[in-house]
């Protein structure tokens, strides 16, 4: 009888998003998620209407994913071609499905469509999907993608977790990306995409309905294009139960500070009072407060009624630490437990570059190649020495543990930066705040923010996917600038990865040109 449950339950969760088998239509639209009314790059289920968010992207664990992602875009104001990155996908031997531009795809050109195909044997959890093309995301095209497992170890500790329990965090903007200078300030928070900004009007808010006595799992997606939040709602707390895909042992906290790119699954019970509760996601940049219902949204009580909460925010006295959260399942970083005795350790150098005006890492910035690094690989480059952009590929080998440090120093502008490496998660054996290092049972996850001025943020992970990686910064304006690194892991068996044929056509139709 439990098992039937758990069915229905499961069937009811995927009901009403789409995947893992669907057509993702890249659309321009005007919105107004907070009241200005601008053109926005979309994802959608139509060839002409598209939301922010894009549509919540689902399936279960064992999955595999059709996407197929039509372009549809005509404003030139903005990007018209794209790319989809399936944020969190270790793309096990389809590294070319991975999405990044000049790391594993050229981008898909209008009137074109692309279909990603990728499988997730041992993954579930919380991720998401956004263009990994230039600054392009920042624009709208982001979404969230939930991955359902049945046998979740958490699973006793909830009653809820569907489509109504995301909560998607965004900056947005009024002006296009191309439009805007190199480090621009957003001008709302938008929650489940909905926000008010300064001195604008009393645009909707996100509302959150919840039943009194009920336990829901809450997955808090950052979509952010810059700042982090300090998340929290009135009156209630949190239980912490996954970071990022990886289940943690349940911690209680009353705030969450997320960055870039990050996602967690709380467990909040509806435990209060029937009213209306404010949702808070404070910004480290853009307005700062919460006067008129910026960076707000409403958990409103089933009977509540429909008005703005009279709920007032307490001194957080429970915030998350990163170093309290544990891998529930095979917890502890490869390799010796001492810093520095990985097999391959590797040291960046993250400054800010006021001649190139751009980021470096130990000496070179990113700037994306016209040939994929991936298909340099496949047309015979071997060592770092023979790949582009010079300086910023780092040839790994297989089955090894690889040790990163990451010093936040002042010439770092701009941080805390967000780190997030594709087709892989590692340990942050030193998190940000810490002069500590934890190799028995260090938080598991895919973006760590490298803290402030004197830190030394370490990750481990084992080189046991072969793909080009990209390591950059989720901050989305200072990877344009060149915040990024690529490790070519195992290069032997990425040179014989087969894509499809409609892969190898992305490059010569974006340069213009039949493949031959």
């Not at 390799?335 to 040291?347: H, R, S, Y």
């Not at 941080?415 to 260090?442: C, E, K």
């Not at 690529?486 to 056509?505: E, K, R, Y």
Request: aromatic letters at 10%; charged letters at 10%; a negative charge.
């Amino acid at each position: 009888m439990r098992l039937l449950t758990l069915t229905l339950l499961f069937l009811r969760i995927v009901s009403a998003s789409i995947g893992p088998t669907a057509d993702l239509h890249i659309v321009n639209n005007n919105i107004q998620p907070d009241g200005f009314t601008r053109s926005a790059v979309l994802a959608g289920t139509s060839s002409t209407v598209g939301t922010f968010p894009g549509p919540l992207i689902s399936g279960a664990k064992g999955t595999t994913f059709f996407m197929n992602v039509v372009n549809h875009l005509t404003d030139t104001t903005m990007l018209t071609t794209t790319s989809i990155h399936w944020h969190g996908m270790f793309q096990h031997r389809t590294s070319w499905a991975d999405g990044p531009i000049g790391v594993t795809q050229c981008p898909i050109t209008p009137g074109d469509s692309f279909l990603y195909q990728f499988s997730v044997p041992d993954q579930a959890g919380t991720f998401w999907y956004h263009s990994h093309h230039s600054a392009q995301y920042c624009d709208g095209l982001r979404g969230p993608l939930v991955i359902y497992d049945k046998l979740d170890p958490n699973r006793a500790l909830y009653d809820i977790d569907d489509e109504t329990t995301v909560i998607t965090l965004a900056d947005w903007y009024h002006t296009p990306s191309p439009q805007l200078n190199s480090f621009p300030t957003p001008d709302a928070t938008l929650i489940n995409g909905k926000g008010r900004y300064s001195g604008g009007p009393a645009a909707p808010l996100s509302n959150i309905t919840v039943v009194q006595g009920k336990r829901y799992r809450f997955r808090l997606v950052s979509m952010s294009c810059l700042p982090n939040y300090v998340f929290s709602i009135d009156g209630h707390t949190m239980n912490i139960i996954e970071v990022d895909g990886i289940s943690v042992t349940p911690t209680t906290v009353d705030s969450i500070q997320i960055f870039a790119g990050q996602r967690y699954s709380f467990v909040l019970t509806a435990s209060q009072p029937t009213d209306n509760y404010w949702i808070r996601a404070l910004p480290n940049v853009g307005t700062p407060g919460f006067n008129g219902g910026i960076n707000s949204a409403i958990l409103q009580y089933a009977g509540a009624p429909n008005q703005d909460p009279t709920s007032t925010q307490t001194a957080s006295v429970m915030p998350m630490r990163e170093t309290d959260l544990h891998p529930l399942v095979n917890p502890g970083a490869p390799g010796p437990a001492k810093p520095g005795a990985a097999d391959i350790n590797i040291n960046l150098n993250i400054v800010f570059n006021y001649t190139l005006f751009k980021y470096t890492l130990n000496g070179a910035p990113f700037d994306p190649p016209t040939v994929p690094v991936l298909l340099q690989i496949l047309s015979g480059a071997k060592t770092a020495q023979e790949m582009l952009p010079p300086g910023s590929v780092y040839v790994l080998p297989r089955d090894k543990v690889v040790e990163v440090t990451m010093p936040a120093v002042a010439l770092a502008i701009g941080g805390p930066h967000p780190l997030h490496l594709h087709g892989n998660t590692f340990d942050v054996i030193r998190s940000a705040g810490s002069s500590t290092y934890n190799f028995v049972n260090p938080v598991r996850r895919d973006v760590v923010s490298i803290g402030q001025n004197g830190d030394n943020v370490t990750i481990r992970f084992t080189t046991n996917n072969a793909g080009p990686w990209f390591l950059h910064c989720h901050i989305d304006w200072h990877m344009v600038l060149g915040l990024g690194v690529v490790f070519a892991v195992d290069v032997p068996t990425i040179s014989s990865t087969n894509p499809p044929a409609a892969w190898n056509q992305l490059c010569p139709t974006y340069n213009g040109q039949s493949a031959p």
